[in-house]
């Protein structure tokens, strides 16, 4: 690809957004791609002059002494270096709900089951930046450790400004509208019903192709996402490695003065100005990229007998802890599967749990709530509070009796977030008009079955 065909992103017009995008198949490979034949140096990662005059850099998502099977960095072969801007300076007006550092100066502790409606699309203009929004989280990422679930909503695409968060990896899951994310390793199409994955410290800028868009956000400090262990099941199952994709480079050499870095530090926004584009890398290569994965790919797991199988079944992605089996976030989904367990209650059972469980729903319905669970909305249910089927579902489930037979779940396509850390929760969370105050109604109406 000669220069002047890489600049295929034009102010207007229909080539803003092709549909031809190119991909690398593959779960933490180490990859490479040029946009320019020959950009890649040979035989080392930092000659004295790389190919066609471009700057050498590499950003590490991991210490350099991490064990190399853990280990991730990237090397960027770009026309001007990242720091090439002016100092940072605090962003105004300033962001007020965002939250990296959870305690009780920011945010409560509220072990009552919580529910949001969905959100509606603000009426003015909105962009991802400031369309994101923190529910809960615990930990901090000047400790390293913890995590944000964050939610947006937007109706613009970000102007003149790239986003960085160097707090911790964006895990996106668009709900409503599809995104365009340009990142410094190339460009991802990520719609809703497919996750991308942006990790710490890339630059990105989000555009809404398709107008409003709205979806949920989970954020891991100081560890990264990770393909889950199969063990018994074996070598094949769940989300398999090759259905994961990663950018091709992709670049484009133009002015942009006043162009605005938009750093997320501490939970706070800071700015940089610089007069180019951060989308400079001709070419790179490493195992720290961006990387997207289509949720209907994933081959689900159920019980073909009795009782109903742990949602830890169905889990996409883990940011682990140090502790072997406990995750600092899990990412479970709940897609479209056959339930044929017989002589069992097959919806979810009521639990009590040491996890904390933040659920969404992309789109149909949710098997174990029969209303009120709408998508784009939202629940909590915090360690050890009881939650699990309402009383509709409990009364419909238990009324077909033994002669159920199978029966396939179909136009669905829930998830849950699930943390070993205790959240807290944000006030602008706890006092939204979209939370649903009545949710608590919903298991009153179960009564006692018991008799002798």
């Not at 199988?309 to 089996?325: E, F």
């Not at 002589?343 to 469980?357: G, L």
């Not at 807290?424 to 919903?442: E, I, K, N």
Request: hydrophobic residues 35%.
């Amino acid at each position: 690809m000669d220069k002047t065909a890489a600049d295929v992103i034009k102010p207007d017009g229909l080539e803003k957004f092709p549909d031809n995008l190119e991909y690398q198949s593959g779960f933490g490979n180490d990859f490479s791609s040029e946009a320019i034949a020959g950009a890649l140096p040979r035989g080392q990662n930092s000659p004295l002059i790389c190919p066609f005059g471009l700057y050498a850099e590499q950003i590490s998502g991991t210490s350099f002494t991490s064990p190399r099977k853990l280990n991730q960095r990237s090397w960027l072969y770009r026309i001007k270096p990242s720091v090439t801007h002016e100092p940072f300076w605090p962003r105004e007006p300033s962001h007020k709900k965002l939250v990296s550092e959870f305690d009780r100066s920011n945010t409560a502790a509220n072990p009552t089951q919580l529910r949001w409606k969905p959100v509606d699309i603000p009426d003015s203009p909105t962009d991802f930046i400031d369309g994101l929004y923190t529910i809960c989280g615990a930990g901090s990422s000047f400790l390293r450790h913890g995590y944000a679930i964050h939610m947006y909503t937007a109706n613009k695409s970000m102007d003149n400004c790239a986003f960085c968060n160097a707090d911790g990896d964006f895990l996106v899951v668009p709900q409503q509208g599809r995104l365009w994310i340009t990142t410094e390793c190339g460009r991802l199409q990520v719609s809703p019903g497919e996750i991308v994955v942006l990790p710490q410290g890339f630059r990105f800028v989000v555009d809404l192709p398709d107008g409003p868009s709205r979806g949920y956000v989970a954020e891991v400090f100081g560890t990264h996402y990770q393909l889950p262990d199969l063990g018994p099941i074996g070598a094949n199952g769940l989300a398999a490695s090759r259905d994961f994709l990663a950018p091709t480079a992709w670049f484009e050499e133009v002015l942009r003065p006043g162009f605005t870095i938009v750093q997320k530090f501490g939970g706070e926004l800071f700015n940089a100005r610089q007069d180019f584009s951060p989308f400079n890398v001709v070419a790179w290569h490493g195992n720290y990229v961006p990387y997207k994965y289509d949720l209907s790919k994933f081959c689900p797991y159920n019980t073909v007998l009795v009782d109903h199988g742990d949602p830890s079944i169905n889990t996409v992605l883990t940011a682990p802890t140090d502790k072997p089996g406990v995750a600092l976030l899990d990412f479970v989904i709940f897609p479209p599967r056959w339930l044929v367990a017989e002589h069992t209650f097959r919806p979810p059972y009521y639990h009590r749990n040491c996890m904390s469980e933040f659920m969404g729903l992309i789109h149909g319905g949710y098997e174990a709530k029969a209303d009120g669970f709408l998508p784009g909305g939202a629940s909590l249910h915090s360690c050890m509070t009881p939650h699990g089927p309402d009383t509709k579902t409990y009364e419909a489930t238990i009324a077909h009796g033994n002669e159920a037979g199978p029966h396939k779940i179909t136009d669905t396509m829930a998830f849950m977030f699930e943390s070993c850390l205790m959240p807290r929760t944000c006030p602008w969370a706890l006092d939204s008009p979209f939370r649903d105050l009545d949710y608590y109604q919903c298991w009153i109406g179960l009564k006692s079955h018991f008799s002798r």
